[in-house]
Nanobody, 123 residues
Framework: QVQLVESGGGSVQSGGSLRLSCAASGVPYSMYCMGWFRQAPGKEREGVAVIDSGSTRYADSVKGRFTISQDDAKNTLFLQMNSLKPEDTAMYYC??????????????????WGQGTQVTVSS
């Protein structure tokens, strides 16, 4: 059973930085894709960044500002967020691939989700 627990959210002013972490347990070694999603009030959940066997992909809105990474054991997933903007305000979710998952993003199929961590950016 894969479990994902996010941390590191908070409130920051525009231009600031935050680093999100996702502690993963029960992740099989064969799992290739993990990612970050976000959902703002009144909006649909959107993909932010994916790491797939070491390759990374980003939403256009965060390219050059956000960096996704993970430790070698795949126990922890990170999202370094720099130059934050008010439009980055959202609940951020860690996700892992699942063969029967219902969410496709950047070539990966996601079905495991964390509980989310709130990021608020003020102008």
């Amino acid at each position: 059973q894969v479990q994902l627990v996010e941390s590191g959210g908070g409130s920051v002013q525009s231009g600031g930085s935050l680093r999100l972490s996702c502690a993963a347990s029960g992740v099989p070694y064969s799992m290739y894709c993990m990612g970050w999603f976000r959902q703002a009030p009144g909006k649909e959940r959107e993909g932010v960044a994916v790491i797939d066997s070491g390759s990374t992909r980003y939403a256009d809105s965060v390219k050059g500002r956000f960096t996704i990474s993970q430790d070698d054991a795949k126990n922890t997933l990170f999202l370094q967020m720099n130059s934050l903007k008010p439009e980055d305000t959202a609940m951020y979710y860690c996700a892992a691939e699942h063969m029967y998952g219902s969410t496709w993003y950047a070539g990966c199929r996601f079905g495991y989700w964390g509980q989310g961590t709130q990021v608020t950016v003020s102008s």
